[in-house]
């Protein structure tokens, strides 16, 4: 056990916590018997943005392991994939797109272990398609602060399996999670880039039936343009390539690289609103005017920051939040408010990602829900942040949106008791599943997810 | 919690009624401050003050918490309630002191003691408690008000420079161990402030205001540093009255 400071992906926050490092389940279940003052919980690749996976004075696991590989079991005729929760998207992609299986929901980034997958119920940009992680999981085995490890799924004790998809880790230990790979031919995407001139044309693009033809489909959006040309954006779309829409007798090739690390230090306030207006003309100039189809590999169409090790210290030693909120489908109006308050304050958003969403899934504290995502970083820094996310946050609450918690670093209590309906029926389940309410993470205390332990 | 936004949900005041005390407080309030707990000897006073400082428009939590700055045995228990009142500490700010008159000490030299308990001993006991509390939470940040008066003591201000210069010692030492356990201090040093506590008294050179020195905290506070001189220039000036000999100290002409 030793003592480190930790923070989620966006470096803000920090705090210590005592970490244990776990391997298999029989770890996890020494490390709940340790004595345990402020709680526990469960840590992965650490990508959550804000505060989910650490425990400030109190236990994290350290749960992401790749060297479990071997312990991948994959059925080549049911596409159904068992493998310990602490693996990496990242390994279980090498191991099985080369087989020809891909990862029916994966979020920006394949640097998150499954077991993070399942806690914060990620999305990706099939969402409207496919829904979210939760259900493609088979079924899963969660150690309890009981030491008991119990199977769960939506058959089997469904309650406890949908309240500890998109827990964020309050309900119990992933240990293993069986989930149902989407064949593919191969590692290729077939994608479709186009601009539009505004917010309404993206929206307007996104919302046609053409938007179901493809499986994946998302919005870059500049934050930064006003007038006329507010909420102007690049939208790329596609669909998993055939073997006959890839050259070579290698369809399903799978060599995802790492070409470029951020420098060792960076002064804060080097993404500014000065750099990424240039930066974001750039990109919008790039895209083909006329729509534009082409093959681009997994890493580049799904995870293009992957590509930059540790992206996360380009904002410097202040961090940057990520901040994601959804709004109805007929509530578009919010977004183009919010857009224009960004806008107006200059605030720069060096990635804004707009999507439309399909249908909720029954975990209780999932985020998705049909309507319209926006995605932004923002460097956290500035002083004005904290006011005019406020007036955001109220808008958006309004409109009966909700945050991601996977991402949150900065809503408030009653906003999560606002958009959350379900949140006192989960909290009642998660104490059912925690008696001895071992589970807690700095998320869980900001938003009184969980009662006080000390 | 404090958020990714740096922004503190609990902040605690030692010294509810502190001019520079309650102006940084003040000063930190902004959207994602859920509580703030002013822990006063006249709690009345503290109330009437913040009642006025907040306006009627407010969201935050206040909570105010008696004390006695002379009683060092109750600290660990104030800690305490405060924990059990709002959870776990974000900032603390211990702004409450005495400063007395000199000419007072030298006709009764045992009114001195009580200044050494409030600013020193007592100040001292509430520290250790904070510091373990903080410790044992991971985080958290602890600010203390010292004084130039401190950094080089002088004859006209020596039983609070003193005490000032004791408090800064024990503080400065009490950061490295906090660093250790995630969490930090930060000591400010601030020149001659015009408070209630030097009303009647003759402006020394570079006299500063509350808001100013309130300001330059709440940035430091944000930051990771563990002194903070105010204005910054004091920096600089103690690094050569510091090294001046004692004879040629006490010639100067600081009053």
Redesign the interface.
């Given at each position: 056990m030793s003592?480190e400071?930790l923070s989620?992906w966006?470096r803000?926050?920090?705090?210590?916590?005592d970490v244990v490092e776990v391997r298999d389940a029989s770890d996890v279940k020494r490390a709940i018997g340790l004595e345990h003052?402020?709680g526990a919980i469960a840590r992965g690749l650490g990508r959550a943005?804000?505060?989910a996976a650490q425990?400030?004075?109190?236990t994290v696991l350290a749960c992401a392991d790749d060297g479990r590989v071997n312990d991948v079991h994959l059925d080549a005729v049911s596409g159904l994939l068992t493998a310990p929760a602490g693996l990496s998207l990242d390994a279980l992609l090498r191991y099985s797109v080369p087989r020809g299986w891909f990862i029916p929901v994966t979020p920006g980034t394949r640097f998150v272990t499954l077991g993070g997958a399942v806690a914060s119920d990620v999305h990706g940009k099939n969402h409207h398609v496919d829904g979210s992680f939760g259900q493609h999981v088979e079924s899963m085995k969660v150690i309890l602060s009981s030491g008991e490890e119990i199977t769960l799924s939506p058959n089997d004790n469904p309650t406890w399996f949908w309240s500890t998809i998109g827990g964020m880790g309050l309900t119990g230990v992933v240990s293993e999670v069986t989930v149902r790979m989407l064949r593919v031919a191969s590692s290729q995407v077939k994608v479709e880039t186009r601009r539009l001139s505004n917010l309404d044309e993206v929206i307007a693009s996104m919302s046609d039936d053409s938007d179901d033809e493809f499986r994946y489909s998302v919005a870059w959006v500049d934050m930064l343009a006003s007038g006329r040309s507010l909420g102007r954006g690049v939208l790329t779309r596609g669909n998993h390539a055939t073997a006959s829409d890839v050259d070579g007798s290698e369809p399903c090739r799978y060599d995802p690289k790492i070409r470029l690390a951020a420098p060792p230090w960076v002064p804060n306030g080097l993404l500014n609103k000065f750099t990424v207006r240039a930066f974001n003309e750039a990109w919008y100039r790039k895209a083909p005017a006329d729509a534009h189809v082409g093959l681009e590999s997994i890493p580049a169409f799904f995870h293009p920051l992957d590509g930059v090790r540790k992206w996360n210290a380009l904002y410097g030693s202040?961090?940057f939040?990520q901040y994601q909120f959804i709004v109805p489908l007929e509530r578009v109006d919010v977004l183009r408010t919010v857009i224009g308050k960004f806008s107006d304050a200059g605030v720069a958003s060096f990635l804004a990602v707009l999507k439309r969403m399909g249908k909720s899934n029954a975990a209780l504290m999932s985020f998705p829900t049909e309507g319209w995502t926006l995605t932004l970083d923002l460097a956290?820094g500035s002083s004005r942040?904290?006011?005019l996310?406020?007036r955001i946050d109220e808008l958006v609450l309004d409109a009966g949106g909700r945050h991601y918690l996977a991402k949150d670093?900065?809503v408030?209590?009653m906003a999560v008791e606002r958009a959350y309906p379900r949140l006192a029926e989960w909290k009642s389940i998660r104490n059912e599943m925690d008696p001895r309410r071992l589970w807690t993470s700095?998320l869980a205390?900001?938003l009184k997810l969980v009662e006080?332990t000390? | 919690m404090k958020n990714g936004l740096g922004v503190p949900q609990n902040i605690v005041l030692f010294g509810g009624t502190s001019d520079i005390g309650c102006e940084i407080v003040r000063q930190m309030i902004q959207p994602g401050v859920a509580n703030i707990v002013l822990v006063s000897r006249d709690i009345d006073s503290a109330e009437t003050r913040w009642n006025t400082l907040l306006g009627d428009e407010s969201q935050v939590n206040v909570h105010h918490v008696r004390f006695d700055g002379a009683d060092a045995g109750s600290m660990v228990d104030v800690v305490k309630a405060i924990v059990d009142e709002v959870g776990d500490i974000d900032v603390v700010v211990v702004a409450h002191a005495l400063l007395g008159s000199h000419s007072d000490f030298l006709k009764d030299p045992v009114a001195a003691a009580s200044v050494t308990t409030v600013n020193f001993g007592a100040t001292m006991v509430l520290l250790l408690a904070l510091g373990e509390r903080m410790k044992q939470q991971g985080y958290g940040r602890i600010c203390l008000l010292s004084s130039v008066a401190g950094m080089r003591v002088r004859w006209s201000n020596a039983v609070y420079g003193s005490t000032k210069a004791g408090i800064d010692g024990f503080a400065l030492a009490l950061d490295g161990e906090l660093r250790r356990h995630g969490a930090s201090l930060l000591v400010v040093r601030p020149g001659f402030v015009t408070t209630k506590m030097t009303v009647g008294m003759k402006k020394a050179p570079l006299a500063t205001t509350p808001e100013a020195v309130a300001s330059a905290t709440v940035k430091a506070l944000g930051g990771n540093g563990t002194v903070l001189w105010t204005p910054s220039a004091f920096r600089f000036i103690f690094g050569v009255f510091r090294l001046l000999p004692e004879s040629l100290w006490r010639r100067l002409p600081l009053g």
């Open positions: 003592r400071r989620g966006g803000t926050a920090w705090t210590s916590s003052r402020r943005y804000g505060a425990n400030a004075g109190g202040n961090g939040i956290a942040l904290p006011g996310l406020e670093a900065h408030s209590a700095d205390r900001r006080e000390s | -």
